[in-house]
């Protein structure tokens, strides 16, 4: 089949705070190399502007869900995510995207691949970067998706229905551990860390080891060359000490630095995907971050003493707004077990059609 003539069939949909293109696998080719080909040629990869295409020049808009029916009896449909590169030809499959998760039940259910109940659907997602399963709950009253409503979410203009996400079997996601070093806090490139994985590998530092008060703009970041090349030496070290092998070329392991709440929330973050520095921060590095911040003697441990013991939602502060998540951890289990963790996204549907790759 020439894709090139006849085009694929293609939505795109806001997930969260990211964008991107989401695909029945059974309009793709079935090898990974022809596919991936279609991928970038589609999104307009590689170019910095991505002008031939249907990325929008950032990594949080050059996203691909693929979506099928799930074999697996615990599941309803299969969701693999592809981080494709800007400039660079790259498509990677070594992370799970919670935001991009946000728009795959919404999407199997507009194409038939599961059943719309008559109020509310919940789709069981296997995320197959990982195997761990997340359920996504949200309105789809008279069996059609709702995407209009009222919930606001940090870095998207207006409102929109609620996704709610749970997480299960998230630990060790990437790393096959929730602490892949075996240690609650490590000493790396001179600075005091802590490695998780529970739905991203993170690696987390105090902002004032890196000489920042933890407030800086994210233009501020993004302008500090010096202070990037650290934070790519940083990761890169933390990712042989994670078992993740030489990571230089890989978009995980994610940075997040911490630093004292200043507006009304629970702790601030400055996350890096993996060396910019990302104008929010990501759900799973969320989640991870805040399921590492529970460990006593954890980096970052020493901001929960003021949260409420009773509850498990914690507002994590970021560069243009807030993200709630929803984290318990028994850390007393040996090693630490993650008992739930969750998140609220939105998400919308932008097009729906038939998309055409740039010429080979």
Not at 60 to 76: I, M
Not at 180 to 197: F, M, N
């Amino acid at each position: 089949m020439s894709y090139d003539d006849t085009g694929v069939r293609c939505t795109m949909l806001r997930g969260g705070t990211s964008r991107g293109l989401f695909f029945d696998a059974a309009d793709l080719p079935a090898g990974d190399a022809e596919r991936d080909d279609l991928l970038l040629r589609l999104m307009g990869t590689p170019d910095p502007r991505q002008i031939d295409g249907l990325g929008g020049s950032t990594s949080l808009t050059s996203k691909v869900a693929v979506v099928s029916r799930s074999e697996d009896p615990d599941a309803d449909v299969d969701y693999l995510f592809l981080q494709l590169g800007v400039d660079a030809a790259t498509v990677s499959d070594q992370q799970n995207c919670g935001n991009i998760l946000a728009g795959v039940g919404p999407f199997a259910v507009e194409r038939g691949l599961v059943p719309a109940a008559d109020g509310e659907t919940s789709v069981r997602i296997r995320m197959v970067n990982s195997g761990s399963i997340a359920v996504a709950s949200f309105p789809t009253p008279g069996g059609t998706v709702e995407y209009r409503g009222d919930v606001a979410i940090a870095g998207v203009p207006a409102t929109a229905a609620p996704v709610v996400l749970a997480f299960t079997d998230t630990e060790g996601s990437a790393t096959g551990s929730l602490l892949p070093t075996g240690h609650v806090r490590d000493s790396i490139e001179g600075v005091e860390a802590t490695c998780v994985d529970n739905g991203m590998p993170v690696v987390v530092a105090m902002a004032g080891s890196f000489g920042l008060t933890g407030y800086e703009t994210h233009e501020e970041l993004a302008a500090d060359a010096e202070l990037l090349a650290r934070v790519d030496a940083f990761r890169v070290k933390a990712g042989q000490l994670m078992g993740l092998g030489d990571v230089s070329s890989s978009s995980v392991p994610k940075t997040a630095l911490l630093s004292p709440a200043r507006d009304g929330g629970q702790v601030c973050t400055r996350s890096f995907i993996p060396v910019q520095p990302h104008t929010a921060i990501g759900v799973l590095a969320a989640v991870s971050v805040v399921t590492g911040m529970l460990l006593p003697g954890a980096v970052g441990h020493e901001l929960t003493a003021d949260w409420a013991r009773a509850g498990s939602q914690v507002d994590v502060e970021h560069p243009t707004g807030h993200l709630l998540v929803d984290v318990v951890v028994d850390a007393s289990a040996q090693p630490p077990r993650v008992v739930r963790s969750g998140v609220v996204r939105t998400a919308r549907k932008l097009f729906d059609g038939t998309a055409f790759p740039r010429a080979c």
